[in-house]
């Protein structure tokens, strides 16, 4: 082993997003003055370097991806904080030459998927690969990669939880020695939360002294395909240092994982690197920016590089002077926000807090959890799940990059920048609602876009149905959100097209080849929806001929309700709907044919989900409206009187009938009484009524001579028969809510009082005389001759 030339090679060993870190890094950069700087990162992004200093705004990410198989990709995260970002930075502003050093992606995205990959920004070693490691600054593949957290094996023989402990976290062997049972809190403190200043000593040497006992102690701990990544890994590392040490830097500076500081500052032999390399796997790779978030950021993510609080360090890195009095300030400002009483003195009071609980638990500035602390026992007053919320969205603090518009990009992305510009819908992190007014031009133009956008797999929007409570078509409410893999969405979709209409229209073409019937209805509302005209044409030709093809009603059936909403939505978006409400009728015309031979030998399951289809397509009928509504009410005549029709189905159709106004009052109770006669079986009656009464209990609460039926029929019930049908009559009337239930019992009570009545207090006591005017009005309305009263 060879040691490198400290005089030229400086290796700066970090934790990826640390603001210590990133500070530490920049207060050393301005005293080394390099005229070269390394990073932990892809090589493929070298081109990509001089962005930085042209409109990049972190947190942003480098993508790395194999064209035409985007699902082969990984990401190297950047915040404002992030020591990587730092470099970045230093280099744009001071024309000095910054080269990525990890091993390329090129490799890393060849490997074979069964071959567990690294997360790129961490380490094999748990806790280790926070404070450097990996591939780069916290890279994510995608999809998740497996395998990113090797266990370490520990040096000496142990046991039991301490053993496992020290295996998956080399830095607590650090904090251990230090005291601390925590290795976060202690990395914090003694890294993270050290002040820099002109006559600060660098903590460099020190790290990289510590790094190298513990890799001493522990060894790299890896084995199999884990031990080759990551020698393969510091082995190009290796190689990229000494091809510029041969270049004559005069003094070169290298950013990376701490845990790598001693396989960079000991060389083996060139061979030996040399060796390990050869062989390797090679794949097209192209790379760009990408807008990233501080949600992705953190840790709970599920980002296994992640840092517990990016909003906090956020924080600690763009105000380092008076942090805990800022952020308690600002805390009190977003609490007013909320309507919340949050004086002056609560902020003072509050940063006082925070430093008595430093004091007491013997640590040398106030942290996270003093703040916290402080936040909901002054700011709060005590009130947990107020402070609770608002330390979530402080310590994430979310917040969405920018990259300019330069950025290589694909052509799909470039499309849906400049749409989004057109429309002023701008991408943001931060979730919100959207209603959308059809009626309106832009608001059209946004739908439209959203909608195509979901056709090609980019859900920045999701639908919210029913949000605005209003029931027309001309509005539409979405719940927005930009996620950072949407970019890579973009990409994988850019092979359908050029731009978001073309790529949408193909992607819809090549669906509808390969579709079933309800699929095929499905995609032609969401053509409408999207504007895609030249999709739609061939979306009804495939639907005509699946249509004529197929004979399961049921299919037929749960096609024709979004066929029909799509033809109500044609009258609101300005399009033409006739071709489609053509095929909606047609399909409604098979179903009508066929409805009845369907409801032979249904079981009691079949029959509940035959209830819904009718509810479905009855809709559907409604909306189509004119002769095929009419149809369909024919239909649900023959339904209706027909004995095989399971009771269920016989009964909500009876209903529909009803409330359609094609069955009175009067023929309804002569049904209902048939239905529950003496010689139905009761369960047939129950399901009967089940299937009648479904949905709403009203009815039986505006007719009496209904509900007389149905509670004589109970009542009429032996002991067996009402035992057997009790559980369906209590699904029956459990469904209704309970402001119905109530007033059909207030109802049935006065059943017997009303006929009672009628019995005590007959019409002779009628007051003719008062009476008189009365019926000659009505008398004369009707042009007869009113009795003379006696």
Known sequence: MARVDTDRVHVLGVRHHGPGSARAVAAELERLRPDLVLIEGPPEADQLTGLVGEGLEPPVALLAYVPGEPARAA??????????????????????????????????????????????GEDSGGAASDCGGGAGPGAAEVPAPEGADTPLPAAAPDSGDEAERRVTDPLGVLAEAAGYDDPERWWDEVVEGRETGPDTPSPFPAIAEAMAAVRAELGTGLTGAAAEREARREAHMRQVLRKALREDHRRIAVVCGAWHVPALLEHPRVSDDTAVLRGLPKAKVAATWIPWTHGRLAAASGYRAGV??????????????????????EAGRLLRERDHAVSSAHVIEAVRLTQTLAVLRGRPLAGLEEVADAVESVLCEGARTRAEVLHRDMVVGERLGSVPEHTPMVPLQRDLAAQQKRVRLQPSATPRDLDLDLREDNGRRRSVLLHRLRLLGVNWGTPQRGATGSKGTFRESWHLVWAPELDLSLIEAGVWGTDVESAATARVRARAAEADLPTLTALAEKCLHADLTDAIGGVLAALTARAAEDTDIERLMAALPPLARSVRYGDVRKSDSAALHRVAAQLLARVCAGLVPALTGLDDAAAAAMVKAVDAVQGAAVLLGGQAEADWLDALGAVAVRESAP????????RILHDAGRLDDSALALRMTRATSRGVEPARAAAWLEGFLSGSGLLLVHDTALLEVVDTWLAGLS??????VLPLVRRTFGSFAAPERRAIGDQVSRLGEAAGSVEDDPADDLDPARAAPAVAAVAELLGVTAPVPA
């Open 719 to 724: 002991g067996e028969a009402f035992t057997e």
């Open 75 to 120: 990401f190297w995260p950047f915040a404002v904080f992030s020591p990587e970002w730092v470099a970045l930075s230093y280099a744009a502003r001071n024309g000095v030459e910054v080269r990525f050093c990890d091993l390329p992606a090129a490799h890393t995205l060849a490997e074979p998927e069964a071959e567990p990959k690294p997360e790129a």
């Open 308 to 329: 517990r609080a990016p909003g906090w360090y956020h924080h600690l890195f763009t105000a380092p002077d008076r942090p805990v009095e800022r952020w308690l300030a």
């Open 647 to 654: 009771g269920r189905v016989a009964g909500r159709a009876n």
